[in-house]
């Protein structure tokens, strides 16, 4: 086993839950706490106009209606239970939208709460905006509302508190788990809680939820799963008796086996383990192959090969994650075969396995030769995710193969392909590729209303960008067809195209160009005003031309910074240094008043921040 594969893919720390994905792990139905590389994607196909120049534009400053807190003080303090609720609910809102200076709110938000006749609405909504303001030394008030306001009001508390560290629910969490009566709802709160906890001391009556076939089918696998996390060892046994009550045991037994043993090591827990990743129900031998790769991946491997051409996408994942964990030449070589699996997790995992031993020196040279291989099949699927690997390697002989990939039938693979001869910048696949976007153009011309319309601009919108970082001049005259506005072409391959013009154009104010870019920049007063996408990089190659005669425009448009369309602003700004060489500053950053809110005041004096 390679010294890296221990932790190769370890990419998410575990952390203890904070209050929003303790919330969302209630609400979701919960998430398993072993590390997990299922949902890596370190491939983004990206758009480097954006990029060059990269504009900041600085945000607006928000400004809140004068005396607008006073009021809602006062709204606070009223008897009305509606009044109450709305004023709670704007000082959470204002605090998310930047108001400062709400902790004056917080005596009058617990006192709402603790009122003997609070109505149910309002009480609510002066918890939520007392974890909103992040108040912790209303702790005790809010605890003395969980459980005794209903479920609603528990699901909003708990997670706070759990987030605040405050001991006294932990216990409460135990001692749901020994009452006889405890509800449902609450008795899984409390499971999720103790394992996010890794409350040990909860095993044994975890055990007993776990195998009491009277419980729930749900509460009886939160407890396996919440086992699977805090106990390491002491129930293989217990697991090979819930899978020998009958001949194979109930589906749910065998689950609840599985997810028990989700730490634990040994011998007896590997037969047991062993017995279960065998299982002819998928969701069974994942959760038993998972953990047999943890405990020791070689234990797993007879087991993965079996899995790898079952139906089920999740099982032929864990088995692939199998593969990656003790490869040798020919596993990587099957890991190359899912890259035209049917389901796109599992070979967007095996593209991202494959790039991770890639760095490997044992592996590095038959990596790339495997997806060099797969560009020259006839599968689609694959020689996208070849393309996105071999890219991402910056493997440069692929450049030649990836050309033929850019007029593929599905459109996926031509982006990818497309983004990665970008990525590879090699100088001699550039006539391919232009031939490749002529004819991908003259698709569209023919067929106005073809399918696929979105992934075609993609695609151009990539070309044009290695046409423009490459400067590759021949392509001028197929980046002017994309200036003007029409049907045929969408947003972005248009204001890519006229970005890269502004690279082949440095410092050339060519005079058809430049008007041609001018009247895209000023085009705001059309039944369908010209897109500020457009508008803003036609700006950016004006400014990279030099062309003085567009200076009044930019002038003109260089106000936008301060009113809607401030990407605009900034960017003619950029474009008028460029031209004139002064320091013009960025527009004015304007301020922006929250409206909107339940109670304003009337008078329109001076914005508080």
């Given at each position: 086993?390679?010294?890296?594969?221990?932790n190769?893919?370890?990419?998410?720390?575990?952390?203890?839950?904070s209050?929003?994905?303790?919330?969302?792990w209630?609400?979701?139905g919960g998430?398993?706490?072993?590390w997990?590389?299922?949902?890596?994607?370190?491939?983004?196909?990206?758009?480097v106009?954006?990029?060059?120049?990269?504009?900041?534009?600085?945000?607006?400053n928000?400004v809140?209606?004068?005396?607008?807190?006073e009021?809602?003080?006062?709204?606070?303090?009223?008897?009305?239970?509606?009044?109450?609720?709305?004023?709670?609910?704007?000082?959470?809102?204002?605090?998310?939208?930047?108001?400062?200076?709400l902790?004056?709110?917080?005596?009058l938000l617990?006192?709402?709460?603790q009122?003997?006749?609070?109505h149910?609405n309002?009480?609510?909504?002066a918890?939520?905006?007392?974890?909103?303001?992040?108040?912790?030394d209303?702790?005790?008030?809010?605890?003395?509302?969980?459980?005794?306001?209903?479920?609603?009001?528990?699901?909003?508390v708990?997670?706070?508190?759990?987030?605040w560290?405050?001991?006294?629910?932990?216990?409460?969490?135990r001692?749901?788990?020994?009452?006889?009566?405890?509800?449902?709802?609450?008795?899984?709160i409390?499971i999720r809680?103790?394992r996010?906890?890794?409350?040990?001391?909860?095993?044994?009556?975890?055990?007993?939820?776990?195998?009491?076939?009277?419980?729930?089918?749900?509460?009886?696998?939160?407890?396996?799963?919440?086992?699977?996390?805090?106990?390491?060892?002491?129930l293989?046994?217990?697991a090979?008796t819930l899978?020998?009550?009958?001949s194979?045991?109930?589906l749910?037994?065998?689950?609840?086996?599985?997810?028990?043993?989700?730490?634990?090591?040994g011998e007896?827990?590997?037969?047991?383990?062993?017995?279960?990743?065998a299982d002819?129900?998928?969701?069974v031998?994942?959760?038993?192959?998972?953990?047999?790769r943890k405990?020791?991946?070689?234990?797993?491997?007879p087991?993965?090969?079996q899995?790898?051409?079952h139906?089920?996408?999740?099982?032929?994942?864990?088995?692939?994650?199998?593969y990656?964990?003790?490869?040798?030449?020919?596993?990587?070589?099957?890991?190359s075969?899912?890259?035209?699996?049917?389901?796109?997790?599992?070979?967007t995992?095996?593209?991202?396995?494959?790039?991770?031993?890639?760095?490997?020196?044992?592996?590095?040279?038959?990596v790339?030769?495997?997806?060099m291989?797969?560009?020259s099949?006839?599968?689609?699927?694959?020689?996208?995710?070849?393309?996105?690997?071999?890219?991402e390697?910056?493997h440069?002989?692929a450049?030649?193969?990836?050309?033929?990939?850019?007029?593929?039938?599905r459109?996926?693979?031509?982006?990818?392909?497309a983004?990665?001869?970008k990525?590879?910048?090699v100088?001699?696949?550039?006539?391919?590729?232009?031939?490749a976007?002529?004819?991908?153009?003259?698709?569209?011309?023919g067929?106005?209303s073809?399918?696929?319309?979105?992934q075609l601009?993609?695609?151009?919108?990539?070309?044009?960008?290695?046409f423009?970082?490459m400067?590759?001049?021949?392509?001028?005259?197929?980046?002017?067809?994309?200036?003007?506005?029409?049907k045929?072409?969408?947003?972005?391959?248009?204001?890519?195209a006229?970005?890269a013009l502004?690279?082949?154009h440095?410092?050339?104010?060519e005079?058809?160009l430049?008007?041609?870019l001018i009247?895209?920049?000023?085009?705001?007063e059309?039944t369908?005003?010209?897109e500020?996408?457009?508008?803003?990089?036609?700006?950016?190659s004006?400014?990279?031309?030099?062309?003085?005669?567009?200076?009044?425009q930019?002038?003109?448009?260089y106000?936008?910074?301060?009113h809607?369309?401030?990407?605009?602003?900034?960017?003619?700004?950029?474009?008028?240094?460029?031209i004139?060489g002064?320091?013009?500053?960025?527009?004015?950053?304007?301020?922006e008043?929250?409206?909107?809110?339940?109670?304003?005041?009337l008078?329109?004096t001076?914005?508080?921040?």
């Amino acid at each position: 086993m390679l010294e890296k594969d221990s932790n190769m893919f370890s990419r998410f720390v575990l952390r203890p839950l904070s209050a929003v994905s303790f919330a969302l792990w209630v609400s979701a139905g919960g998430v398993q706490l072993a590390w997990s590389d299922e949902n890596v994607q370190p491939f983004r196909i990206d758009n480097v106009s954006y990029e060059s120049p990269l504009i900041e534009v600085t945000p607006k400053n928000r400004v809140f209606p004068p005396r607008a807190k006073e009021l809602w003080l006062e709204a606070l303090a009223r008897p009305e239970a509606d009044l109450k609720r709305q004023a709670a609910e704007a000082f959470a809102k204002a605090h998310l939208a930047g108001m400062q200076g709400l902790s004056e709110a917080v005596p009058l938000l617990e006192a709402t709460l603790q009122a003997t006749d609070a109505h149910p609405n309002a009480a609510l909504a002066a918890a939520r905006t007392l974890i909103a303001l992040d108040a912790r030394d209303a702790a005790p008030t809010l605890f003395g509302h969980v459980e005794s306001d209903g479920l609603t009001m528990t699901l909003v508390v708990e997670p706070a508190l759990f987030e605040w560290s405050h001991a006294p629910l932990h216990d409460v969490w135990r001692k749901r788990l020994s009452a006889a009566e405890t509800p449902r709802e609450l008795l899984v709160i409390a499971i999720r809680g103790l394992r996010a906890l890794n409350d040990t001391s909860s095993v044994n009556r975890l055990t007993e939820l776990a195998i009491d076939p009277k419980r729930s089918t749900r509460v009886r696998i939160e407890a396996a799963r919440a086992l699977g996390h805090v106990s390491e060892q002491g129930l293989a046994e217990t697991a090979a008796t819930l899978i020998a009550k009958t001949s194979s045991g109930s589906l749910t037994d065998r689950i609840i086996a599985a997810e028990m043993l989700g730490s634990h090591w040994g011998e007896a827990a590997q037969q047991v383990l062993s017995t279960l990743a065998a299982d002819k129900e998928p969701v069974v031998a994942a959760i038993a192959l998972g953990t047999l790769r943890k405990i020791d991946a070689e234990l797993a491997l007879p087991f993965a090969e079996q899995a790898l051409s079952h139906s089920d996408a999740k099982l032929r994942q864990q088995a692939a994650r199998v593969y990656a964990k003790v490869p040798n030449p020919d596993r990587v070589r099957v890991l190359s075969t899912l890259l035209d699996d049917r389901s796109p997790r599992v070979r967007t995992y095996a593209r991202d396995a494959l790039f991770e031993l890639a760095a490997f020196e044992e592996y590095g040279t038959l990596v790339r030769e495997l997806a060099m291989q797969i560009l020259s099949a006839n599968q689609g699927r694959a020689q996208e995710q070849a393309s996105l690997l071999l890219g991402e390697l910056d493997h440069k002989p692929a450049a030649m193969s990836l050309v033929p990939l850019l007029e593929h039938k599905r459109l996926e693979t031509a982006i990818a392909a497309a983004w990665a001869v970008k990525k590879l910048a090699v100088q001699e696949a550039l006539p391919g590729m232009l031939r490749a976007a002529e004819h991908q153009t003259a698709k569209l011309r023919g067929t106005p209303s073809m399918p696929g319309r979105r992934q075609l601009d993609q695609e151009m919108s990539q070309l044009c960008q290695a046409f423009g970082a490459m400067k590759y001049e021949p392509a001028d005259e197929f980046l002017r067809k994309y200036v003007p506005r029409g049907k045929l072409f969408r947003t972005e391959s248009r204001a890519t195209a006229i970005w890269a013009l502004g690279l082949l154009h440095v410092d050339d104010p060519e005079p058809e160009l430049v008007e041609a870019l001018i009247a895209r920049l000023k085009d705001v007063e059309s039944t369908v005003p010209e897109e500020p996408r457009v508008r803003r990089m036609s700006a950016i190659s004006l400014g990279r031309m030099k062309a003085t005669s567009a200076v009044r425009q930019l002038e003109r448009f260089y106000g936008e910074g301060v009113h809607t369309l401030r990407d605009v602003g900034y960017t003619c700004a950029w474009a008028l240094r460029r031209i004139t060489g002064e320091d013009v500053p960025n527009p004015r950053t304007p301020d922006e008043v929250q409206r909107g809110w339940f109670l304003e005041p009337l008078d329109e004096t001076d914005g508080d921040q």
